[in-house]
Every structure is written in C-alpha cells, then in structure tokens.
C-alpha cells in the first residue's frame, strides 16, 4: 500500500528522471505489503516504510530493532546504494533514500522480484489499464490469491469485449440498462477466459459514479490468476488511445 506526499501528474519529460522513477514506485507500492510513502526532490527519491514490512525485505516489520540494519544488507546485496536511517514520522518507521535514478530501478525490479503471483499480476493489469487511460487501474489490488475490482467504464468495457473477440453487434452502442451492459461483459469474459464463474456488477447501483472520470461503471469483483494473466495479455495487444 502506499501513500504520496504529492499527486503527481504523468511525467514525461526526460529531465525529471527522479520524478518518473518516483511515479514508477508510486504505482508500484500499492502491491507491496506495508505502508510506504514516497517523496522526491532534484536529485534523490525517499521511500519511508511504516506499520508493516519494509520495503525489499518483507519479513522484516519496520518497526523491528534490527529493520535499519536488515534493510541496509537486503539493499547492499541487490546492489542497491542508499541512506537508511530510523525515522518516526509515522510510528516507528525506516527512511531509504536513493541518490541515483539507477539504484531507484534496481529497486524496483527488486520489489517486483518479492511479490507473490497475485500481486504481480495485480501490477501488471493496473499497468496496462493505466497505459490505456482506462477508469481506475487504483482500484485493482491483490487478495488471497487473486485479483480484485477491475473498474471499468463502458468506453473501457468495449475496448475488453473487443480485444477478447466479442462479435460487432454487441459493441455497436451502450446497453439500455447497465446491468444489461454488465451481463454482457461478464458473459464475454467466461466464454474466452474460462476457469471459475467471473462476476460483473454495474454501478451506480451502490456507489455512484467513478469519482475520477465521471462515468458509470462495470467491476469486475474477483479474476483468478490465470485469467488475469490472459486478460493482461490480451490487453497489451492494444494501443494506447
């Protein structure tokens, strides 16, 4: 999980590699385990992890007597160098700072090494939702083995039905009823990527509106872990709009 000092906006200017290595764990950390909040300035990306496991040494609770020293061999082993120090702006927590863009990618891929299956899929669906500016690719997370609450918009949803075969007819214009538009997607989903029985619910029925984009939503509540991996490689098929 994590939290961010600053929302931060798509960063694509090639100056700003500290603010896109950051932005990159931003969306990385929510499928680690414990908290972790990242800042950055000009030259150094900051990640404080509290009330949970540190970051790259998941067994390891933040708030441990030996977290700093632990933390600080896990990261020397990766290749990692950084600061670490105690810090207790949030309870009992650990400061890593990272001084080069390099060392802040070796962590990365060293975070993404230590995730169970689900999460990594987690990962990488909200990252193919993200780059095809779909709903809410936040809203997904990992759970028991499987991926969780999938929001998708209507515009979102045909694109899924699309890239999964769905016939023309189907896609020609929005269903009357969101429930109807809801059925339809679900039955796309079981017949292409099979497995256990996949549920779609339509909103607004409980909770309004996507708060983001405005727009209703279909959620896929529960994708077990082979057919989100299918599902993410079905969606990589597509460009970005």
């Given amino acids: 999980m ?10 694509q200017e090639p100056a700003d590699r500290h603010g896109v290595a950051a932005t990159r764990l931003r969306e990385l950390l929510p499928y680690a385990d414990g908290w972790h909040f990242v800042l950055h300035g000009p030259d150094r990306i900051q990640v404080l992890s509290y009330d949970g496991p540190v970051l790259a040494a998941p067994h ?42 390099q060392d802040a990618h070796r962590l990365i891929h060293t975070v993404v090494d230590g995730f169970s299956p689900s999460a990594r899929a987690a990962w990488e669906l909200a990252a193919v939702m993200r780059r095809l500016g779909f709903c ?51 039955h796309v989903l079981n017949e292409k990527l099979g497995g256990e029985r996949i549920i779609v619910e339509a909103y607004p029925c409980r909770s309004g509106v996507c708060p983001d984009c405005g727009n209703e939503r279909l959620v896929l509540m529960q994708l077990q872990l082979d057919q989100a991996e299918t599902l993410t490689a079905a969606l990589n098929r597509l460009k970005a709009s």
């Fill in 2 to 11: 994590t939290e961010t000092q600053q929302q931060a906006s798509p960063l």
């Fill in 60 to 101: 390891v609770d933040a708030g441990a007597d030996d977290a700093v020293d632990v933390l600080r061999a896990a990261l020397e082993a990766a290749g990692i160098q950084a600061d670490v120090e105690r810090n207790c702006a949030f309870g009992r927590g650990v400061m890593t700072t990272l001084h080069t863009v």
């Fill in 136 to 186: 809410a690719p936040e809203d997904l997370y990992a759970q028991a083995g499987t991926v969780r609450d999938m929001s998708l918009s209507l515009a979102d949803a045909r694109q899924v039905r699309a890239v999964l075969g769905a016939p023309d007819a189907e896609l020609a214009a929005d269903d009357p009823e969101l429930s109807m538009a809801a059925d339809a997607l679900a």
